[in-house]
């Protein structure tokens, strides 16, 4: 992930006048944990990029699935997919950080796409959460806001502010050697000394930072609102009709929140950890591990969504089942949900 990646940056330099072979190691980890950590990431990747390819497929054939809802799950699909592209440098540079010969682009460019799509599936979670909560809470006024077409605009603009505020990696991001040393031997794709002196990279490291928070506290408040909202109608008295669809909200919202917290709790230690370590001398080879354990979050964190859209949502189960011609002994046809119109503000594709 390129906060993951900047940051080790910071912790990995030395000192130019320091260096010696032997104190300068090509690795930072010993032999089994990286082979450790690489057979964990590629297990990730095999079924990151299997669930996220199911999940844009379901979205794209079946016309029942096409909802305001999963158009958000299938954008942050395709943010996951986008994410596991990286995978094979992410793994490269904890087993021989240096040299890098992929070049200067490749190295801005794998960085770029972790950044991007990093803020891209954030911002996709936190709109899909506020659209949830003004169909719940304000049914009316979401019946004319939330439409198909508005969806889809507002998840090009999330798409197009990701790739605006990781654009500065162009910048702080690129390939550096060690005074006196031959480039072919110590390359490293890492800030660049103008980001660390400019002061830039802590500015970049703040955003990360604002990036993970700030939509944490908004969806503490959103999912607190929403819970209430349902609560209080679930002690009213209504209709077989008004019941059908208070019992699909509130599974669309028990998946929600699931996967918010799963996101909140992949990316939690990153933050924490980078904070509690990054003044402390001591700590710095206690924040390297950290920093390893965060990348495997990080990853798990891309893989992770697909199933929980499966165990949590029958219509999803169906969808694949379908998809891969696999029926039911029964033999009934998979529900679907009625088409969108105006009313997109009432579907759920996580229905039981």
């Known amino acids: 992930e390129g906060t993951w990646a900047v940051d080790c940056d910071q912790n990995c330099s030395l000192d130019d006048s320091k260096f010696e072979d032997d104190y300068y190691p090509v690795n930072l980890f010993p032999i089994p944990i990286l082979t450790g950590i690489t057979v964990i990431c590629a297990l990730l990747s095999l079924i990151g990029i299997t669930g996220n390819i199911m999940t844009i497929l379901i979205v794209s054939k079946f016309r029942d699935m096409r909802t305001t809802i999963n158009f958000y799950l299938s954008s942050m699909a395709l943010s996951d997919l986008m994410i596991f592209m990286c995978m094979p440098f992410d793994l490269y540079r904890i087993w021989q950080y240096r040299p890098w010969n992929f070049g ?9 796409i972790s950044e ?3 803020y891209s599936t954030i911002l996709n979670i936190t709109a899909l959460s506020v659209e949830r909560y003004l169909a719940i809470c304000f049914p009316l006024k979401a019946k004319v806001v939330i439409t198909k077409g508005r969806v889809k ?8 502010v990701a790739f605006l505020c990781a654009g500065p990696i162009f910048v702080l991001v690129g390939v550096e050697h060690m005074n006196g040393t031959d480039p072919l031997e110590t390359n490293e794709c890492k800030a660049t000394e103008f980001a660390v002196r400019s002061g830039l990279l802590n500015i970049m490291v703040l955003v990360s930072s604002i990036y993970f928070f700030l939509p944490v506290f908004c969806l503490s408040i959103l999912y607190s609102l929403i819970g209430r909202k349902l609560w209080r109608r679930k002690k009213e008295t209504i209709g077989p009709n008004l019941n059908n669809r208070h019992k699909n909200n509130k599974q669309t919202i028990k998946m929600l929140a699931v996967v918010v917290f ?6 939690l230690p990153f933050h924490v950890g980078r904070y509690l370590f990054s003044n402390s001398e001591a700590g710095s080879q206690i924040s390297q591990y950290c920093n390893l354990v965060s990348l495997v979050l990080f990853y798990l964190s891309a ?7 499966n165990i949590m949502s029958k219509k999803f189960r ?35």
């Open 104 to 112: 200067v682009m490749l190295c801005k460019m794998f960085q770029f």
């Open 116 to 118: 991007s799509c990093t």
């Open 153 to 160: 605009g507002i998840i090009l603009f999330l798409w197009t």
């Open 262 to 267: 799963a996101f909140i709790l992949c990316w």
């Open 303 to 309: 893989a992770i969504n697909p199933i929980l859209y």
């Open 318 to 352: 169906v969808a694949a089942f379908k998809m891969f011609r696999v029926k039911k002994a029964s033999g009934r046809k998979p529900s679907t949900v009625k088409e969108e119109s105006s009313q997109a503000w009432t579907e759920s594709s996580i229905s039981t």
